[in-house]
């Protein structure tokens, strides 16, 4: 399964920008670009995913690099309830299954 | 409905017990999964079913036996647990297309004593 590189952890202020990385350098051209996030005691929640171009959704954008090793997620005005542990996962291209790395813990200052 | 529900929320077994986790969707997903989560670690996949046949297991010890009865319902067994099986157990779901994302339950939080 094709890893993914996040940094552990991310700091940023609330009603900013955030940028999230994610190194993937050994994806092949089938993997998808998931993201989830996962609150204390809760069970993780998507966020946004694709393959190729970018994509934008309520949450957040997904900017993916030209040769796809790389992956940004834009979360555009952090709020409070934005902290949490995100993950960048590769949906392996041989099945379907996601393989969570170890993520990076976001904090929202107020 | 656009939820995976799992019950119960928690769960206390003796070494010796037996007892099922549950999960239940209603979505019309074709494949769903089960997942293993230490404090402080990232979810570990167990077992996936894809269109009520399992599909992948990740190795999982025997002690934990998956059954998925029908399209909505994902059961997991749990027989002559360790101690250290203590942890959140996720269920997610998902269409089984790759261009889908995943649902995941709030998960079942078990103590083994």
């Known amino acids: 399964d094709a890893k993914t590189t996040q940094p552990n952890s991310m700091e940023s202020n609330e009603e900013e920008p955030v940028h999230l990385p994610c190194n993937h350098s050994?994806?092949?051209?089938?993997?998808?670009i998931h993201w989830y996030r996962q609150l204390p005691s809760q069970g993780p929640e998507y966020v946004i995913h694709?393959?190729?171009s970018n994509v934008n959704n309520r949450m957040a954008s997904l900017a993916i690099a030209e040769d796809r090793k790389s992956s940004t997620l834009i979360l555009h005005r952090a709020t409070l309830r934005d902290a949490a542990v995100y993950y960048c996962?590769?949906?392996?291209?041989?099945?379907?299954?996601?393989?969570f790395g170890q993520g990076t813990r976001l904090t929202i200052n107020p | 409905d656009t939820e995976v529900t799992q019950t119960p929320k928690h769960l206390v077994m003796g070494m010796t017990n037996k007892k099922s986790l549950k999960c239940e969707q209603h979505?019309?997903?074709?494949?769903m999964y089960w997942y293993k989560q230490k404090a402080k670690k990232p979810p570990e996949l167990m077992f996936v079913y894809s269109y009520e046949k399992l599909s992948i297991n990740e190795s999982v010890p025997s002690r934990f036996s998956p059954e998925c009865p029908n399209s909505s319902l994902l059961n997991l067994h749990l027989h002559a647990l360790q101690p250290e099986d203590s942890a959140l157990y996720l269920c997610?779901?998902?269409?089984?297309?790759?261009?889908?994302?995943?649902?995941f339950g709030s998960g079942t939080r078990l103590t083994v004593v």
């Open positions: 050994t994806i092949s051209g089938t993997d998808y």
């Open positions: 996962i590769l949906e392996y291209g041989g099945a379907q299954k996601l393989v």
């Open positions: 997610a779901s998902s269409q089984d297309l790759r261009q889908a994302g995943y649902t």
């Open positions: 979505m019309g997903h074709r494949a």
């Open positions: 694709g393959l190729t």
